[in-house]
């Protein structure tokens, strides 16, 4: 069946310090992959999403990376700040499918002044 | 555009007592869904509804009950809550795919519930 999960529970960086956060899926149908962020007390916030005819994207200050052939998937953080503490979800979807996402349990990422 | 809004922000409910979780949206999304988060436990779909007047179950259902009478709105309800329904429940809404080809959904602050 589908699952997502990460490899880490958490991690802790320097300030400044770049951060990569993993995540393995199951589901070889899956084609769109989010990367949320949930900071203490809120909800889960878009980051950035890739498409599986894509192995990377950029954002600002972030990239994920797509390796189909082992099913994982990469959030990088550039230059990690304080305010980039949180829990990092990253969820998968079948476009052709199902309306649903599946998340995965979340990395709490410690950014130390 | 306020987003995705979540009322009330924390209640207390004795068990047995029933309550309704309003969620709002002024996106204009066609897809609304309601996810309950505990401890270690991630993000859980308990409904959704991919469009006005439809629903579907999604992961957790038992004990809840959802209307989608307008497109804007999506309630959960609770007839007769029980301590293992506490939790932090969060509503979320997002395109449909035939619109924009994304699955992208963006989420309210959170209703924190906690049943005695």
């Known amino acids: 069946g589908e699952s997502v999960g990460l490899h880490l529970p958490t991690l802790s960086v320097q300030e400044g310090d770049n951060s990569i956060i993993n995540c393995a899926y199951s589901?070889?149908?899956?084609?769109?992959f989010i990367w949320y962020k949930q900071e203490s007390g809120k909800g889960p916030q878009f980051i950035i999403d890739i498409r599986s005819n894509m192995d990377k994207r950029q954002g600002q200050r972030v990239t994920v990376l797509l390796n189909k052939t082992v099913k994982h998937l990469s959030l990088q953080i550039a230059a990690t700040q304080p305010g980039d503490s949180a829990v990092y979800f990253c969820a998968e979807n079948n476009w052709g499918g199902s309306e649903k996402l599946v998340f995965g349990k979340g990395t709490k990422l410690t950014v130390n002044p | 555009n306020a987003g995705v809004t979540q009322t009330p922000k924390f209640r207390v409910l004795k068990t047995g007592q029933s309550m309704t979780l309003l969620c709002a949206q002024d996106m204009n999304h066609e897809y609304m869904y309601w996810y309950r988060q505990d401890p270690g436990m991630g993000l859980r779909l308990i409904h959704y509804s991919v469009g006005e007047g439809t629903t579907a179950k999604g992961e957790v259902p038992d004990g809840y009950n959802v209307s989608r009478l307008k497109k804007q709105n999506f309630l959960l309800g609770l007839e007769s809550a029980a301590p293992s329904q506490t939790s932090v429940y969060f509503c979320a809404s997002s395109y449909s795919k035939r619109t924009s080809g994304v699955e992208t959904q963006y989420f309210g602050p959170g209703t924190r519930l906690l049943v005695l």
């Open positions: 589901n070889s149908a899956s084609d769109y």
